[in-house]
């Protein structure tokens, strides 16, 4: 950069900090906390750098950051906990770090129409904790659910584990409301289970990563915790053959509402992370849950694995063991990144075809000479390929990145999606117009002009 676009730089961070700081929003510009904020976990997309953080505690505090922002021209950033994977919430040069992660009250639990409302700070465990008392909870459960925000839940259509039964974010959030381009306020959506007046705009902001808008408040579905829950593990000497449970066991009607698949990669990150007696010799291991008449559920299952290649298939003897066995799987992610720097993918395809997904990665692994681990929310045909790399490793960078192009490849070529959960954020928004058509990506582009029409929210995000 030259020194005059540095002087405009200045000038340009001098005039939002003395704006800021005059509305009372206390910016802060220490470079070591701009540093600290400006990544979320998708750690191989680079930051920009910052020109100030606000850590609102209220709308009206979002609305006169957002306002300030759009007068002067400045991108502003929103961020919760930055849990999320394709960078969404990093930094961009210039830009408002808008940290909404303060805003976390639990407004209201109402056990007759089964809804909460929070803010977008709260945590997504501590949700289904409220309500708890009420024989209630919420269902979606990502696997960051004790660290990741409801409000960046939100922004990314978050999934989760029990996806393949409940279903994801967007299908739980009854009612929004969100801080406009412009710092005007709106609320959209209802209360009632019923509702069809208008556009459907609160189905919009879900997975807009912050693009169209700044989620300050959420009305949330609530559903009954189930009276009990059962759940066993399959042993598989292929990936293929988990596979092929996987599609027999939803090809005969069953409804698990767990359904995940572990590789031998992760078995044994898992086991050298916390050992709890995994079978590291597998090939892959399902673990499955149900929770409608468990044990009938579960036998016909059991079944089904064996029928396709289970070499063991044991239950969990009670109910630590189980949460044991979930708690493992939630720590795939940490455990992997004990190998080494993860790039994290993150695609779906047909449920038909995830056997042949499967040995599609194991393919592009052996192709590139990378370690890949895979991870899946099976039962919904997700997959989540682990990619290490060791960027101080020449060469190593661009064959993990190799291998993730080409998984994204076969993905849209099996007729299946970029992105399952984890959003298009930077990561991945150069694909995005290989998975929609022309049309479609104009409709996109023109919706985000209508909506910030200077271009100011979370730019560089989704849309290239």
Same mark, same amino acid.
């Given at each position: ?154 922004? !990314?259509? &978050?999934?989760?584990?029990?996806? #393949?039964?409940?279903? *994801?974010? $967007? %299908?739980?959030? /009854? ?104 079978? !590291?010799? &597998?090939?892959?291991?399902?673990? #499955?849950?149900?929770? *409608?008449? $468990? %044990?009938?559920? /579960? ?166």
């Amino acid at each position: 950069m030259s020194r005059s676009a540095d002087n405009a730089a200045a000038a340009r961070t001098d005039a939002l900090v003395a704006a800021l700081t005059e509305a009372g929003l206390a910016p802060v510009t220490d470079p070591d906390v701009l540093a600290a904020h400006s990544q979320d976990h998708a750690g191989l997309v680079p930051a920009g750098r910052a020109a100030a953080l606000v850590r609102a505690r209220s709308t009206a505090e979002v609305s006169a950051a957002v306002r300030i922002a759009a007068e002067l021209a400045t991108p502003v950033v929103p961020q919760g906990a930055r849990t999320g994977l394709a960078g969404a919430a990093t930094a961009v040069d210039g830009a408002l770090l808008l940290d909404v992660s303060g805003m976390d009250r639990i407004i209201e639990v109402d056990p007759v129409d089964r809804l909460a409302v929070v803010q977008p700070g709260v945590l997504n465990a501590a949700i289904s904790q409220a309500a708890k008392d009420s024989g209630l909870r919420y269902s979606p459960d990502p696997g960051s659910w004790l660290i990741s925000t409801i409000g960046g839940n939100i922004a !990314t259509a &978050a999934g989760g584990m029990c996806c #393949v039964k409940y279903g *994801t974010t $967007p %299908e739980y959030v /009854l009612a929004l409301e969100v801080v406009l381009a412009s710092g005007e306020v709106m609320r959209c959506g209802r209360r009632t289970a019923k509702g069809v007046a208008g556009y459907d705009l609160v189905r919009l902001f879900c997975g807009s990563e912050g693009t169209l808008g700044i989620i300050t408040e959420a009305t949330v579905k609530l559903s009954p915790v189930p009276a009990q829950r059962l759940t066993l593990a399959a042993v598989f000497d292929t990936t293929a053959d988990a596979g092929r449970a996987v599609t027999a066991v939803m090809a005969a009607g069953k409804q698990p509402s767990l359904l995940e698949l572990i590789d031998n990669v992760h078995l044994r990150a898992l086991e050298a992370l916390r050992p709890m007696g995994l079978p !590291t010799e &597998a090939a892959a291991l399902l673990l #499955v849950a149900a929770d *409608t008449d $468990p %044990e009938r559920e /579960l036998i016909a299952i059991e079944e089904l694995c064996t029928a396709a290649g289970a070499v063991e298939v044991f239950r969990a003897t009670d109910a630590a063991e189980a949460d044991a066995l979930l708690e493992s799987r939630r720590n795939a992610y940490h455990a992997m990144e004990k190998l080494g720097t993860v790039l994290v993918d993150d695609v779906a395809v047909p449920r038909a075809r995830l056997a042949e997904a499967l040995d599609g990665v194991q393919a592009a692994a052996e192709r590139h000479g990378v370690v890949i681990g895979v991870i899946a929310h099976a039962g919904d045909g997700n997959l989540h390929p682990n990619i290490i790399v060791h960027p101080e490793v020449p060469g190593s960078l661009e064959a993990g990145r190799a291998a993730f192009d080409e998984i994204l490849e076969m993905a849209l070529a099996m007729g299946g999606t970029i992105t399952g959960e984890h959003g298009v954020g930077m990561l991945k928004r150069d694909w995005l117009a290989k998975e929609v058509d022309p049309v479609n990506l104009a409709v996109q582009r023109r919706l985000k002009a209508a909506m910030d029409p200077l271009g100011i929210l979370n730019p560089g995000k989704v849309l290239a």
